[in-house]
């Protein structure tokens, strides 16, 4: 291919501790390796990384708060209209960014792509796109539209609204499971042709490898990062709780260990923790940890918990950590979900509880999973041949390629 750039929109992006900046600064990094040069607009700021090819643009709404018009603007268009709505400010200085990047940098072919959430990143692409005639590969980490954060049917409204926009605007589209590009080719037929699986995945160059278990004859289960949005924690404890007081599960033998910031709502009662943490099979730390210090909590446990009850769709990005790691996994998710598909087809030993249930089945269950042998044992070939950025980043170059054969534009909006 002659030279081709690629213009990232990513908000969020190294060296900042988050799981949505790993999938962009994958694609950059293996896009390079096949002659694309890449450019990468984000909110994250670099101090520390030397990369000359991501370019840190600073969030208004955050670095000047409560100063102009424009700030109080966003945060009426947050409380209103987008609940949990980042960048909207950041997309216009993004946006800006890219454009002067590109008169510095004549190239034969220019493609967009942006990675979602949080909106900011696809509003940048949506309008650096229209002003320059370009190429836009939208990608949809999560979907755009999340009851959990659209308190009302107007919210609603402007979620469907954007997603549309979008979709119609973009030249690719590309949904992360193979639920959400199943509810995208059902809802907007007209645009099949140009909606795409990349699952999430993971580096074969950065492999999270289990270590040995540091607890002794302690069972420990845990889970590092953040409960929010209906990742509620509460059935399973509950269970444990009430396996321990029939005896089913001796207390000295179980430790649950849930490190990260975490909503009341996603958790029991404080007496309840209070009673757990007295029994000495609880363990709660609240603190945002670094992602180096949580690989390594979940690398030396014995078992590791998923929580993912609030979608059928979703996949935590932790997942494809747990499964390279290999230990059991305990998951609360919904049935035929797409985190059970790929924990069924993926070779790790698991066992699922699903929202609903019966105390008593959960109870079965939670016991079952305990008995589970605590040994690694490696994902299989599908799981290699499915996630692997590497393979995957081919994907996404046959995705660029095909915009430059031939008709396929979005709509206009």
């Not at 018009?69 to 946006?95: C, D, I, M, N």
């Not at 590009?181 to 907007?188: D, G, P, S, T, V």
């Not at 007496?271 to 730390?285: M, N, Q, S, T, V």
């Not at 799981?383 to 534009?409: C, H, W």
Request: hydrophobic share 40%; glycine share 6%.
């Amino acid at each position: 291919m002659a030279k081709h750039l690629v213009l990232i929109f990513a908000y969020h992006y190294p060296p900042e501790n988050s799981i949505g900046g790993q999938r962009p600064l994958r694609f950059s990094k293996y896009l390079s390796r096949l002659g694309y040069t890449c450019r990468v607009f984000t909110a994250a700021d670099q101090t520390g990384r030397e990369d000359p090819n991501t370019e840190f643009i600073a969030d208004p709404f955050f670095t000047h708060p409560r100063r102009s018009l424009s700030w109080q603007s966003e945060r009426a268009v947050r409380k209103v209209f987008l609940p949990g709505a980042l960048g909207t400010q950041w997309s216009y200085h993004a946006s800006r960014a890219a454009r002067r990047y590109l008169r510095t940098q004549p190239s034969t072919s220019v493609t967009i792509f942006s990675t979602f959430p949080p909106l900011g990143s696809h509003l940048a692409a949506w309008q650096l796109a229209r002003s320059e005639n370009l190429r836009w590969i939208a990608d949809f980490r999560d979907p755009m539209r999340n009851a959990l954060l659209s308190f009302n049917p107007f919210q609603q409204t402007v979620d469907r609204w954007l997603e549309q926009i979008v979709v119609r605007r973009a030249d690719a589209v590309i949904a992360n499971t193979d639920g959400a590009i199943a509810r995208w080719q059902e809802k907007y037929p007209s645009i099949v042709g140009k909606v795409h699986l990349i699952w999430n995945g993971f580096d074969p160059e950065d492999r999270v490898v289990p270590l040995p278990g540091s607890f002794g004859d302690c069972r420990v289960l845990s889970h590092t990062g953040e409960l929010y949005g209906g990742r509620s924690a509460t059935p399973i404890l509950e269970s444990i709780a009430r396996l321990i007081a029939t005896k089913r599960l001796p207390a000295r033998r179980v430790r649950v260990l849930l490190v990260g910031p975490v909503e009341s709502r996603a958790l029991p009662k404080q007496e309840f923790l209070d009673h757990a943490r007295d029994d000495g099979w609880l363990e709660l730390i609240t603190e945002k940890i670094s992602k180096l210090e949580a690989l390594q909590i979940a690398r030396s446990s014995d078992s590791l918990l998923l929580l993912q009850p609030q979608s059928t769709t979703q996949v935590p990005g932790k997942l494809f950590e747990y499964l390279q790691i290999g230990r059991p996994i305990l998951a609360f998710v919904q049935p035929d979900s797409a985190s059970q598909r790929l924990l069924e087809q993926s070779g790790v030993p698991y066992r699922c509880v699903y929202p609903g249930s019966a105390p008593a089945a959960i109870d079965d269950t939670v016991a079952e999973f305990f008995r589970l042998p605590s040994m690694a044992v490696a994902a299989n070939s599908w799981f290699e041949e499915q996630f692997n950025v590497e393979k995957q980043t081919r994907m996404l170059d046959a995705i660029i390629r095909s915009l430059y054969g031939g008709p396929g534009r979005g709509t206009n909006p």
